[in-house]
């Protein structure tokens, strides 16, 4: 599988490979299967007789029931452990000019840079009364549509979703920087948009000249206006599409409309 990713890139000009990653879909647990089936064949035949036999005696058919009610849970379970997806095998590299993507029984299919149209982090602490940890997914969506994602059943999916969030980045920040420019409106998630003059979601707008600290926080992005400690605007971060394109034009626009950053200053 590898060979023929590293084909297609080569083939596609994608330049050096800078990562692979490949999950590891769950196995059906078969043991557990035929325990739960054995189980429900045993109880069942057993909650029969004790209906029968109670029936017979004295008309307490329903003696059985608790015994069919355990077999009819086993076997739902063992259908549900036979039946449910466990996942296709894939495998994702990273190169330096973008993606390519393999399915197991499938070919391998590239993704430049400039044809997606998205990246996204969902990174989230799960905390529980014995501990926590952290879930990782990386949401690349294609222009072309469909979703590409690697979580957590992908060994170095961290390393993974940060460099190919920052290789996204640095080809994708330059052209919406050009875009605004000419006077387009860049609009993130549906949460946020851009523009020549500012950022602000719907009617509430701040010009580049008044932004302030723009800072990750508890899975939100606080907007600050310059000089005021309060919060003018939050947003969800977790899941934001171009999150870091858009601190990245941020940065930029802020930066050119700094009286004390820009041209001739000091």
């Known amino acids: 599988m590898t060979d023929a990713i590293a084909g297609t890139a080569q083939e596609h000009q994608l330049g050096a490979r800078q990562m692979l990653v490949e999950n590891n879909p769950k196995r059906r647990p078969w043991l557990l299967v035929v325990l739960m089936g054995a189980v429900g064949a045993w109880t069942f035949v057993l909650g029969l007789q004790i209906a029968a036999e109670n029936q017979n005696k004295d ?5 059985g029931l608790p015994m069919l009610t355990v077999s009819m849970l086993a076997l739902a379970t063992g259908a549900w452990l036979l039946l449910r997806r466990n996942g296709t095998k894939t495998w994702v590299a990273w190169y330096e000019h ?18 997606i149209r998205s990246v996204a982090r969902q990174d989230v602490k799960v905390v529980q009364q014995i501990g926590s940890y952290m879930t990782y997914r990386l949401l690349v969506v294609p ?15 961290l390393d993974f979703a940060e460099g190919v969030s920052e290789a996204f980045t640095h080809v994708r920040a330059p052209q919406d920087v ?13 949460l946020i948009d851009l523009n020549a003059g500012g950022l602000g979601q719907g009617g509430r707008r ?8 723009i800072e990750l926080k508890q899975g939100r992005m606080n907007i600050h206006r310059r000089g005021d400690p309060r919060v003018w605007l939050t947003v969800p971060a977790v ?13 930029t626009l802020r930066r050119r409309h700094d009286p004390d950053e820009g041209p001739g200053a000091g």
């Open 98 to 115: 973008g993606l390519v993507r393999q399915l197991a029984g499938g070919p391998p299919v590239t993704y430049p840079w400039d044809e």
């Open 178 to 190: 050009a875009r605004l420019d000419a006077g387009e409106r860049l609009d993130f998630g549906g």
């Open 239 to 251: 899941g934001l599409p171009n999150l870091l394109v858009l601190l990245s034009l941020a940065d």
């Open 59 to 63: 008309g307490t058919w329903y003696f």
């Open 143 to 157: 222009a072309a549509g469909g979703l590409i994602v690697v979580d957590n059943t992908y060994p170095g999916v």
């Open 206 to 213: 701040i010009g580049w000249r008044e932004l302030g600290k």
